[in-house]
């Protein structure tokens, strides 16, 4: 069974640094690139950042994060983070890990996601 | 930025009915449109890929259909656990893809 369990969320100010990781299980870690989305309170789904598979060579962001977030993986143990530095008020969302559908290549679809985890941007 | 335009924003339905979700691009994305199921508390679930292949262990009640910049989803006969906020994604321009603001099903 596929688990993805997202961790490390919490109650920080503007400006600070935060680190998110996901811990996964279920499956091949390595063959599948691996994704951040968030949902702002009240609001939609957001696609936040990108991972390619096997050595993380490709990374990829939002715009609105690019530059400020980092995302990575240790496939030696099964677990995405993503580093988030310079947070602003607009970055306080729930953040979920999410599986590629596709083995391998990246295909921007997402079939399996972790419960989430909530990061609240305040003074 | 191709943006996904969900309607209606709100459907209230009965068990047992038809529900009909419509999500429109503002530029053809082919068919790399999924749709999503999302309830409260609970991790998104993927229903639909490229327009109209369900996701594994998707009942088949599930469809979706369409191309270019026309979508639905339809929902046969609506099961109590269905009632949840559906989203679609468009991969077109992986990445960044993009997701439509949601239309929330809910009970009559």
């Known amino acids: 069974e596929v688990q993805l369990l997202e961790s490390g969320g919490g109650l920080v100010q503007p400006g600070g640094s935060l680190r998110l990781s996901c811990a996964a299980s279920?499956?091949?870690?390595?063959?599948?690139?691996m994704s951040w989305v968030r949902q702002a309170p009240g609001k939609g789904l957001e696609w936040v950042s990108t991972i390619s598979a096997s050595n993380g060579a490709n990374t990829y962001y939002a715009d609105s994060v690019k530059g400020r977030f980092t995302i990575s993986r240790d496939n030696s143990k099964n677990t995405l983070f993503l580093q988030m530095n310079s947070l602003r008020g607009e970055d306080t969302a729930v953040y979920y890990c999410a599986k590629d559908r596709r083995y391998s290549t990246s295909s921007g679809n997402f079939d399996y996601w972790g419960q989430g985890t909530l990061v609240t941007v305040s003074s | 930025e191709i943006v996904l335009t969900q309607s209606p924003a709100t459907l209230s339905l009965s068990p047992g009915e038809r529900a009909t979700l419509s999500c429109r691009a503002s530029?053809?994305?082919?068919?790399?449109l999924a749709w999503y199921q999302h309830k409260p508390g609970q991790a998104p679930r993927l229903l639909i890929y490229d327009a109209s292949s369900r996701a594994t262990g998707i009942p088949a009640r599930f469809s979706g259909s369409g191309s270019g910049t026309d979508f639905t989803l339809t929902i046969s006969s609506l099961e109590p656990e269905d009632f949840a906020v559906y989203y679609c994604?468009?991969?077109?321009?992986?990445?960044?893809?993009?997701f439509g603001q949601g239309t929330k099903l809910e009970i009559k």
């Open positions: 530029q053809s994305v082919s068919s790399y």
């Open positions: 994604q468009q991969r077109s321009n992986w990445p960044p893809g993009s």
């Open positions: 279920g499956f091949t870690f390595s063959s599948y690139a």
